[in-house]
């Protein structure tokens, strides 16, 4: 599986594999074997499936796949004790390239990052992110009794609310999550099929977005581009062609507990190892950034930063080490090989200018990491480089924050990361494309007293552990609930 981001009727976008978390696997003796991630909404949404008997609709992928089905496409999870069922939908290779890699992130991810010069609308890719739009709500269908919550995961099923308000009685409510940020009417004018894809996001009774801002906008385009709809702006309820949809701000949390856990179990020899293998030293001042290889996440400005700061600084030439993990995704989209060249041939430029026989400034691996690797980088890190361009709100963050358990780093973030609202009061404040700005904070932040950095730290991973992948979780339950019958229960869903 490509490392990317999920696409299917109830995964998340939080760049586990494609597309479904709970994926299968053969052994070498062709049994079938259930992976389950760490951490991330998989890990979350797995205990709620199971307390509901739900059903977990998702697109299939790959033989293990295939093999694990019964005759309805279903299996059932866990194995041994059917606590739900995970149906799989089955997308032909044309079907994955034009609503996969067409529609949805050649125009609907690239416009809603405000890229709208990145946006590559094909011919065919539009009808057939619409079919497969129709073919997740056919499937829901199929699934749902009056009761039923239905909860939609991210921008590949932006149609979808509508079609399965069409096929599915009026008692089923009806929520989804929208992962990526929303972008301002104007830019929304360059969006093909407009109006369809607001009209298909009004079969909602709830729609979330991370942060006010992005609430905010998606009511301003219904205001501006649906002139049918009536809009109430103080409590953003939206009426549609029948149906209500209130839209909220959920910012999304990680299991905080998890990484702190995995961090804490991180033992000196594991930390050894992880620096000989990439060639780290162990004395340096290290620095970290982890991202998908994605044009939003702003990884040339942070080079162009980090170069400035070498260039300025010649004392922590040979002292400070910056590591960079960055994951390939989407890599058949030309806009994503654009940028996996101009990253590769910046470290490059940046190691061949400033490095030297014993010591390389920036460390650059496209490696998929095991979650505890991650967490010792986390963990080690002094400073985590957070800096992308735009974003829904980055957990990268908020991984750091929880698994960084001395409490002995820092957070340098963007103004232009969802997660700035959550975490901008404490973090050490850049904007991407300020260069000179950003060389400078990097430098702050590595002479900055240790006591006024805990300080700082401790604060933010109160606030990410207090906003925790459990409590958005809850509270999305809560306010579904809410909708159905006015009544908060998360246990009685
Ligand atoms: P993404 O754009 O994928 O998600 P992000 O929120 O940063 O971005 O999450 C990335 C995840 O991938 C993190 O959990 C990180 O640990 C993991 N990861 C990255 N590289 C890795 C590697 N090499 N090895 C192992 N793990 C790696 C979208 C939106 C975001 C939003 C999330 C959740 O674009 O804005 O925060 O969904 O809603």
Redesign the pocket.
């Known amino acids: 599986h490509e ?3 999920a696409t299917d009727g109830s995964s ?5 594999s494609r597309p479904a978390e709970s994926g299968h696997s053969t052994e070498p003796d062709r049994k079938i074997t259930v992976d389950e991630p760490a ?3 998989t890990a979350g949404l797995d205990p709620v499936l199971c307390r509901s008997n739900g059903t977990w609709i998702a697109w299939g992928d790959g033989e293990a796949d295939e093999l694990a089905v019964d005759q309805n496409d279903c299996v059932h999870v866990p194995p041994d004790d059917e606590a739900y069922t995970l149906r799989r939908l089955w997308l032909s290779d044309e079907a994955v390239d034009s609503y996969y890699y067409g529609f949805s992130n050649r125009v609907l991810w690239p416009l809603c990052h405000g890229f709208e010069h990145l946006l590559d609308d094909r011919p065919g890719d539009l009808e057939w992110y619409r079919r497969v739009n129709e073919q997740f709500a056919t499937a829901v269908s199929e699934h749902v009794s009056e009761e039923s919550v239905v909860w939609l995961q ?1 921008y590949h099923l932006g149609f979808a609310p509508a079609l399965i308000r069409e096929r599915v009685p009026d008692s089923v409510t009806i929520a989804h ?1 929208w ?3 929303w972008p301002s009417p104007e830019t929304f004018d360059h969006c093909p099929a407009g109006r369809e894809l607001l009209a298909g996001l009004l079969g909602n009774d709830l729609l979330g977005f ?1 942060v006010d801002r992005y609430a905010e906008l998606f009511v301003e385009c219904v205001d501006t581009h649906l002139p049918d709809a009536t809009v109430h702006r103080p409590t953003r309820t939206i009426r549609y062609d029948g149906n209500e949809t209130r839209v909220v701000a959920t910012p ?1 949390g ?1 299991d905080a507990p998890t990484y702190a856990t995995t961090s804490r179990e991180v033992d000196s020899g594991q930390w050894s190892s992880i620096c000989s293998k990439y060639d780290i030293s162990q004395s340096n001042a290290i620095g970290l950034g ?3 290889l ?1 044009y ?2 702003g990884i040339p400005q942070r080079l162009d930063a980090l170069e400035t700061f070498f260039e300025r600084n010649r004392p922590w030439r040979g002292q400070f080490t910056f590591v960079q ?3 390939p ?1 989407r890599t058949n989209i030309p806009a994503y090989q654009q940028l996996g060249e101009t990253v590769r041939q910046r470290v490059e430029r940046i190691n061949d200018r400033f490095g030297t026989d014993e010591w390389q400034p920036i460390v650059y ?7 505890e690797d ?1 967490c010792a980088l986390y963990r080690n890190a002094d400073v985590m480089v957070v800096s ?1 361009v735009s ?7 908020q ?1 750091y924050l929880a698994s960084n358990v001395d409490e002995s780093g820092a957070l340098v973030l963007s103004n232009r ?3 700035h609202e959550m975490l901008g009061s404490h973090a050490y404040t850049i904007a991407p494309d300020r260069t000179d700005h950003f060389a400078d904070t990097l430098e702050r932040v590595l002479t900055t007293a240790r006591g006024e950095k805990r300080q700082r730290i401790s604060v933010l991973r109160d606030r990410v552990f207090d906003a925790d992948l459990d409590s958005w979780m809850r509270d999305q339950f809560v306010q579904m609930q809410r909708l159905r019958t006015g009544t908060d229960s998360y246990d009685d869903l």
């Open positions: 490392f990317d981001d998340d976008s939080d760049s586990d951490g991330g909404l991210d999550f992962h990526i940020p991370h999304m990680v982890v991202d998908r994605d939003t996440k993990k960055a994951t995704s691996t496209e490696d998929i990491l095991p979650q991650l992308p974003d829904g709100m980055n957990l990268v963050a991984e990361a969802g997660a």
